[in-house]
């Protein structure tokens, strides 16, 4: 393999050199649940709050300025590193279930006098069975609270979006489809182009949750072409508590607020408000300031290392680990068998070879504390999609930038191992 | 090293092959438990005789953790009196909310000794606790 120099990679991660108690090395296979950070992010942290930190917009000092560039500077740098035209467009949430509400409650909502954000009885969502439930809960609470209808798109047996219907499902009755760009369990990359022809025709504006997808490819949303997308810093080497929400100027200016508070505003009354344009419309409060700066330096990090080159390494890992996975017997990978549009996301379940079914909880839990392994065992926050497969949970590994065939071929030992136990 | 003596042959044994699992007529209660961070659950019904636990009778899906605690649970109070029953039970409970560091009185709890280890890992000793519970539950219904 090359392409990509994993072990100087690996270096820039503190935690992957740390040893786990009773010697065990760490072997990190949880990153699609959230990624470790690099020394450069912690540091560029570090230093803001050891040297530069004070709020940004609103306070007129030599602080200030400087924690208001950085802040804004971040923003740029992430505006660059999606392709967004402007950056305006690129509103900094505290998440990307943030950052979804923030779209789904302009859906509906009686502040919202633009006819393509109108939802009530007789209108339809249009969602999909594999979706986190980051993309599923607030369309459920918009349909509730507007009186529009539900519906999803189902998912074929080997894990891809069931667009049979797509005719049906879309029609003029659709305000919005939201889907992932990457699903969080089956790992698929979905196939964009046919459901935003078919809500372009329709005229329903179109919602990517791109949170599996940002941290491992380029993307670029001109290119993409869609309305929105939502995605979160901390699955992309960056801290938590800071998310993304692009949407397009033209849409942002016709939403009204989501949350009210400090900045957001222009002119406050005591009986209404005016209000900032976005992106300050939509940030209400002091935002997660150093954290935005950390994602800045994380955007920073990955663009040097190079997204082109990061998907090709995953994509390498993933062949790897679905070939070596595949050899174990009572192995069933949840999701497509093959690399063609799939990400580094692998989740399956684990009989005995005498047939027995292994509960995810006990293999997640004597990979832990046998071998160091981590992965995540449950249901994925897509407890639907698991419903859809008649199980109640999966183990789940997701590979990322730093993660090395060695550490595929452990977890694999340490699956052989578990079967022995349980055998 | 750990975790595999949480893994105790009796547990696995249990996990295995399950006692008295299935549910069956005729109950004084029945209950189903959940337990929402991991998604295990139970159905579990008593029939309770004059003061002595006729059958345990239940249904679940988990980890081997919550599956074998319910059928050791069956074998401990099936046949057994209430009273001494819900003794076993806070016994068992006592030792799971322990940490680790509680010394289980074997002369009470029985083949349950062996869940001793998974008192050390916080996030199991719902699973546990889950059936237990629920018979608990199930008892206070029934009378």
């Known amino acids: ?423 | 090293m750990i975790a595999e003596s949480m893994y105790q042959e009796l547990i696995l044994e249990h996990y295995k092959h399950p006692q008295g699992r299935g549910l069956r007529e005729p109950y004084d209660a029945e209950v189903h438990h959940v337990n929402p961070t991991c998604g295990d659950e139970i159905t579990l019904r008593v029939k309770v005789e004059s003061g002595k636990v006729a059958d345990v009778s239940y249904e679940g899906q988990g980890c081997s953790i919550s599956q074998a605690a319910a059928s050791v649970l069956h074998e401990l109070a099936a046949g057994s009196t209430v009273v001494d029953s819900l003794a076993v039970v806070d016994e068992f409970t006592r030792l799971m909310q322990g940490r680790g560091t509680v010394q289980a009185d074997e002369e009470v709890l029985g083949d349950a000794v062996a869940f001793a280890g998974v008192a050390k890992f916080p996030a199991r000793v719902k699973c546990a606790l889950l059936a237990w519970m629920a018979y608990k539950d199930a008892v206070v219904r029934s009378s």
């Open chain 1, 1 to 423: 393999m090359d392409g990509l120099d994993v072990e100087r990679i690996r270096k820039d991660f503190p935690v992957l050199s740390r040893e786990l108690p009773g010697g065990r090395p760490l072997i990190y296979l949880d990153s699609g649940n959230s990624s470790q950070k690099p020394v450069q992010v912690i540091e560029a942290m570090r230093d803001h709050l050891s040297m530069h930190y004070s709020n940004v917009g609103r306070a007129h000092h030599a602080l200030g300025a400087e924690s208001t560039e950085a802040y804004e500077n971040a923003r740029d740098k992430i505006a660059a590193f999606i392709g967004a035209p402007s950056r305006d467009e690129v509103i900094f949430t505290k998440n990307a279930s943030e950052a979804i509400n923030l779209v789904a409650y302009a859906f509906g909502n009686p502040l919202n006098t633009d006819e393509r954000f109108r939802l009530g009885p007789g209108d339809e969502i249009v969602i999909t069975e594999m979706e986190h439930h980051s993309n599923i809960v607030p369309w459920q609470f918009a349909a509730q609270r507007s009186g529009a209808t539900l519906r999803w798109f189902g998912v074929t047996d080997e894990g891809r979006l069931d667009l049979s219907n797509l005719d049906e499902l879309v029609n003029e009755r659709t305000k919005v489809v939201a889907f992932a760009h990457q699903s969080n369990v089956l790992g698929t990359v979905n196939s964009i182009s046919p459901i935003l022809a078919r809500a372009r025709q329709v005229g329903a504006l179109v919602l990517l949750d791109s949170s599996q997808a940002v941290p491992h490819k380029p993307v670029d949303v001109a290119e993409l072409g869609v309305d929105f997308i939502a995605f979160t810093g901390h699955k992309m080497v960056g801290p938590s508590g800071i998310g993304v929400l692009w949407g397009k100027a033209e849409l942002l200016d016709a939403m009204p607020p989501f949350l009210g508070g400090g900045e957001m505003i222009e002119a406050v009354w005591m009986d209404r408000s005016t209000f900032a344009p976005a992106p300050h419309k939509f940030e209400a409060g002091t935002p997660p300031i150093v954290e935005a700066i950390g994602l800045g330096v994380a955007v920073d990090y990955l663009t040097d290392v190079g997204m082109p080159a990061i998907k090709e390494w995953e994509h390498q890992l993933t062949g790897y680990a679905l070939q070596a996975l595949s050899e174990i017997s009572g192995l069933r990978v949840i999701g497509p068998r093959s690399v063609v549009s799939r990400g580094g996301t692998v989740s399956f379940t684990l009989k005995t070879p005498g047939g027995f079914d292994i509960h995810p909880h006990d293999v997640g839990q004597i990979l832990d504390d046998v071998f160091g392994i981590a992965v995540r065992v449950g249901h994925h926050c897509a407890r639907p999609l698991h419903l859809r497969f008649g199980i109640p949970a999966t183990t789940r590994a997701s590979l990322y930038l730093y993660n090395t065939t060695d550490e595929i071929d452990a977890l694999v030992r340490g699956l052989h191992h578990v079967q022995k136990v349980f055998g």
